[in-house]
C-alpha cells in the first residue's frame, strides 16, 4: 500500500508560479508510473501530466505544455509539478496519482492505483 501526500498548493495572482510536491511511503516509489490531475466543482478530474518511473519521459495535456513540469526524486520519494505563468483557469484541486508500470493510458483517472487527498490551488486576476 502506497500513501500519497500532496502540499505546496496556495493562493497565487495570475502569472505566479507554484511548485506542488507529493510525497509517497514506503520503498519502492521507483517502480510507480506517477501522474498529476486537477479537478473543480461539479467537473471530472482531468489529467495534468505524467512521468514513467526513472522519469526519463514525461507528459503533458495540451493546455498545459510549456507552462507546467512535471519531474521526480526517487530518493526523496517526491514527486514535483512546478506550475509557471499561471491562469485562473488553472484554479482547482491538484491531486497526484500512482500506479505500478507503466500504462499507455496515462492521461486516465482509472489506470491509476493510488491517490492523493489533493491540494487546493487558486490563482487569481
Known amino acids: 500500500q502506497v500513501q500519497l501526500v500532496e502540499s505546496g498548493g496556495g493562493l497565487v495572482q495570475a502569472g505566479g508560479s507554484l511548485r506542488l510536491s507529493c510525497s509517497a511511503s514506503g520503498r519502492t516509489f521507483s517502480t510507480y508510473f506517477m501522474g498529476w490531475f486537477r479537478q473543480t466543482p461539479g467537473t471530472e478530474r482531468e489529467f495534468v501530466a505524467a512521468i514513467t518511473r526513472s522519469g526519463s519521459s514525461t507528459y503533458y495535456a495540451d493546455s498545459m505544455k510549456g507552462r507546467f513540469t512535471i519531474s521526480r526524486d526517487n530518493a526523496k520519494n517526491t514527486v514535483y509539478l512546478q506550475m509557471n505563468s499561471l491562469k485562473p483557469e488553472d484554479t482547482a484541486v491538484y491531486y497526484c496519482?500512482?500506479?505500478?508500470?507503466?500504462?499507455?493510458?496515462?492521461?486516465?483517472?482509472?489506470?491509476?492505483?493510488?491517490w492523493g487527498q489533493g491540494t487546493q490551488v487558486t490563482v487569481s486576476s
Open positions: 496519482a500512482g500506479r505500478t508500470g507503466y500504462s499507455t493510458y496515462y492521461s486516465r483517472r482509472d489506470v491509476y492505483t493510488y
